[in-house]
């Protein structure tokens, strides 16, 4: 089945600095990847997409570049913000395979100081 | 435009009560899901909708649960005689046909069951 595997946090940043949070998968087909983020005390909001191999998603200063050959579809910010921290989950859409439930990770915490 | 409404937003419940929990879609969006999240977990796909049509229930959603789409609009979650393993939180999503497969999502309602 469909899965997704992403970092373990929490990452730690200061102001500015590059972010990466890793992202790989495992799917049957050509699935839709999706970051999402999850502010505290607030609901998930779609951050960024990507529907094809070698797509770029993005949002808000924020990327990601769906990967076929490695799975994988890191976000990446080139320089973060205090107001960046949050939980973020890569999740997974199977719609080529008639699956249309998200299977996501378990979630990357980002804590930035200023 | 409002976004995804869920109701209650907390819920407090006794082992062994039933509950039902309410969730609004987006007005023009045809799918519905529901999921479940655990602290420090990303969400767990629970079931789908498809206007008033359930077409995909998950290995989680025991018989202890239901869900409902009359006419096609908003949808409840009920869930009998309730057990502490199911204190989480539950997230509604809604979606157009179409598309990438992109998901919006609601606050959550957050069952504690003591």
């Known amino acids: 089945g469909n899965s997704v595997t992403q970092m373990e946090g929490p990452v730690t940043l200061s102001e500015e600095a590059f972010l990466t949070i890793n992202c790989t998968y495992t799917a049957t087909g050509y699935p839709s990847l999706f970051w999402y983020v999850q502010y505290p005390g607030e609901g998930l909001q779609l951050l960024l997409k990507?529907?094809?191999?070698?797509d770029k998603g993005s949002n808000k200063g924020f990327e990601a570049t769906y990967r076929k050959e490695t799975t994988s579809f890191h976000l990446e910010k080139g320089s973060v913000q205090v107001s960046d921290s949050a939980v973020y989950f890569c999740a997974l859409s199977g719609l080529d395979t008639g699956r249309r439930a998200l299977t996501f990770g378990s979630g990357t915490r980002l804590q930035v100081q200023p | 435009d409002t976004g995804v409404s869920q109701d209650p937003r907390h819920k407090i419940t006794k082992r062994g009560q039933n509950v039902t929990f309410r969730c609004d879609p987006i007005?023009?969006?045809?799918?519905l899901y529901w999921y479940r999240q655990t602290l420090g977990q990303g969400p767990e796909f629970l079931t789908y909708f498809q206007n008033e049509a359930q077409l995909e229930k998950s290995r989680l959603l025991s018989d202890r649960f239901s869900a409902e789409r009359p006419k096609g609009s908003f949808s409840t979650l009920e869930i009998q005689r309730t057990e502490q393993g199911d204190s989480a939180m539950y997230l509604c999503?809604?979606?157009?046909?179409?598309?990438?497969?992109?998901?919006?999502f609601g606050p959550g309602t957050r069952l504690t069951v003591t």
């Open positions: 990507a529907t094809k191999a070698d």
């Open positions: 007005s023009e969006h045809n799918r």
């Open positions: 999503a809604s979606s157009l046909g179409g598309g990438a497969g992109e998901q919006y």
